[in-house]
């Protein structure tokens, strides 16, 4: 499984979401909470082993904002 | 402060924001925050909850056992000084097991381990005991909202 596969994973697992989760935003579903947005990043952090910063959180606010942060942590997608 | 912490019926609730008629812990003792807490619960017939759950036989609600875990399990993190008072939200029950009634005149025992606490999410479980006889046991995954904020997107794009 290549890191966009696990990316779109982290999705779908996290919110039970089905759909096309590359149109994925914060809080454009239900799951995607303030609940669930810790979950996304709990399971992104156990996926590709990295520890994300505070900035970093609050700024992951979408499934695309997400792959500009993680090139941060040189995990390309 | 020495370890382990002991909290009376005020610490507990300077720690959580529970009150009668829905607090369920009488006494928190052998605390490590961040790591462990256990409580004590004393059930007489005067509690509310008796004369309903059954006139004919009166025993401890589910909810109101499940309720005495987590909120002796809840006090594995709200004892730490800086989330002391914050209010709580259950995220999800798994592996609830009802092993034994309780009646009036039993004293509940539980002990509760906290696994992981991150970002305000808190996860991990409690088990309860009358006497050396089980009573109940669940895993639960609790948050804390004030602490789950301060880590939300400002705004979506």
Redesign the interface.
Known sequence: MNNLEKYQNVFKESFQFEGDVAQL????ITEWD??G???L??HLEDTFSIELD?DD??????FK?GIEILSKYNVTI | MTLPLSFDINGIKACQRNRHPLLFVDRIFDVIPGEKASGVKCFTYNEWFFPAHFDDEPNVPGFIQVEALVQTFIMSFLSKEELRGKKTNF?GINNVRFKRKIVPGETLTIHATLQSF????ASGSAVSFVGEDQACSADFVV?V?DV??????????
């Open positions: 935003e914060y809080q454009a303030s609940v947005h810790m979950q990043m709990a505070v959180i609050i700024d992951f606010s979408s904002k | 995220i991150r970002r305000g999410i948050a909202p789950l904020d301060q880590f939300k997107p400002k705004e979506s794009h």
